[in-house]
């Protein structure tokens, strides 16, 4: 069995978007091992190797360790722009560069953050790195799954080491499953089903005269449901949904057949009017194809929108007054809203076949590890990305992303660094 991944009481930073590992992440201080120095060592091995390269195994990163840090020479960059560096080149190494390194001695270059720099390279870590996993776990399981392609072909090795210039793309339907809200199933198929085509509504006329009657009715109705069988249940609610499948095609067919209506008197309409009802009419068709996973909620928000729109088709050809003015004005408020309200379910529609959450929303907790490396160029229209180049150093900022401070990363860098 699997050690739990996020504990609480001894936490370690995961690279992963959960609740958990946010608020070991919030907690976490400065963390101040009692011991020898190779007890320190050991410590801060433990507790950066959770976050970097947790699915790697460890003699495969002792191999891809290198003792040698990609860096930035700091040079004055006003200087080389004023020229196109024949001047600098001339007499470097013998004093004549008078750059102005005032500046720059004042920062720092972190060296020692640029101890898992290797790992970068890997494709399963630029998956992660370019948001289009949740976990550095998850988008190694997309690598080995065959929804990575590097440069146009499959790439089924997630340890892969990336060259500059190489472009990676990742299934968009994965990146939508990673990225977005769980789906509960079974609340999911709860919620779709809550009408039933048995369910009609009290009136006066099926109320029994006797309340006496009126129970007994009740005690056998509930006798009938405690005596119902699991397949004869499972037999009434497919029986329901098909009914209910059956209520929205024809509430869907007569809504198309309005807007047919519709557009047969092109000469009273309007370009926008036109576009409107072609947006509207292909809309329904998309419906049409998952009848199945519809409710007659949504037929019903959609038969309102259509009388909006045929409402306001035609405009009165005389100088409105004050109050029809302001009647016309809110009217092409609310025109404006519902175009609006079509683009977006043309964009994001329900869709009970896809593994995600559906209209999709950001999973929670994403924007507090929403960011993209530098060395990283990333299309999230066509979830594709450009490996630039391999992450480097320079005065006051390493290109490594990682939330442990320096002195940790050096303890880390000093174990790795000793000969076996």
């Known amino acids: 069995m699997r050690k739990r991944l996020h504990a609480l009481k001894r936490p370690k930073i995961r690279a992963d ?46 191999r891809m360790f290198s003792k040698t840090i990609p860096a930035v020479a700091p040079m004055d960059v006003f200087k080389l722009a004023r020229s196109d560096g024949s001047e600098e080149a001339a007499g470097r190494g013998s004093g004549e560069d008078l750059q102005d390194t005032s500046i720059i001695n004042k920062t720092m270059t972190p060296y020692m953050q640029m101890t898992w720099h290797p790992l970068e390279r890997r494709l399963d870590n630029a998956v992660w790195r370019a948001l289009f996993s949740s976990s550095a776990r998850q988008a190694r399981q997309f690598v080995v799954h065959g929804w990575v392609k590097v440069n146009g072909k499959t790439m089924k090795h997630p340890g892969y080491m990336l060259n500059a210039g190489d472009m990676f793309q990742v299934d968009p339907d994965r990146v939508l499953y990673a990225t977005g809200a769980r789906k509960d199933q079974n609340k999911y198929n709860k919620g779709m089903f809550e009408i039933t085509a048995t369910s009609k509504p009290t009136t006066t ?48 067919k007569s809504l198309q057949s309005r807007v047919d209506h519709l557009m047969t008197n092109t000469e009273d309409l309007s370009p926008a009017r036109k576009q409107d009802l072609r947006g509207f009419r292909q809309v329904l068709r998309k419906m049409m194809s998952r009848a199945k996973g519809l409710n007659t909620f949504t037929t019903d928000d959609l038969e309102e929108k259509l009388g909006s729109i045929a409402r306001r088709l035609t405009k009165p050809a005389k100088r409105p007054s004050s109050d029809e003015f302001a009647e016309q004005r809110l009217a ?15 964009e994001n529609p329900f869709d009970r076949s896809k593994p995600y959450l559906t209209p999709w929303r950001p999973r929670p907790y994403m924007s507090a590890f929403a960011f993209i490396p530098p060395y990283l160029e990333v299309n999230q229209n066509v979830c594709a990305a450009v490996f630039l180049r391999p992450p480097v150093a320079r005065p006051g900022m390493a290109e490594v992303p990682t939330p442990f401070p320096y002195d940790t990363n050096q303890l880390a860098f000093n174990w790795y660094l000793r000969r076996r």
């Open 17 to 62: 978007w959960s609740k958990e590992n946010l608020y070991n992440l919030a907690r976490m201080g400065p963390t101040k091992v009692n011991g020898t120095f190779f007890q320190q060592k050991w410590a801060a091995k433990a507790r950066t190797r959770a976050y970097h390269g947790e699915q790697v195994n460890e003699g495969q990163w002792e």
């Open 205 to 252: 006329e099926d109320k029994p005269a006797d309340p006496e009657q009126a129970s007994s009715e009740a005690e056998a109705e509930s006798g009938e449901e405690k005596q119902l069988s699991p397949e004869e249940q499972q037999k009434a609610e497919e029986e329901n949904r098909d009914q209910m499948t059956k209520e929205v095609k024809e509430k869907l």
């Open 332 to 346: 092409d408020y609310e025109e404006s809203l519902l175009q609006e309200a079509l683009t977006k379910l043309r």
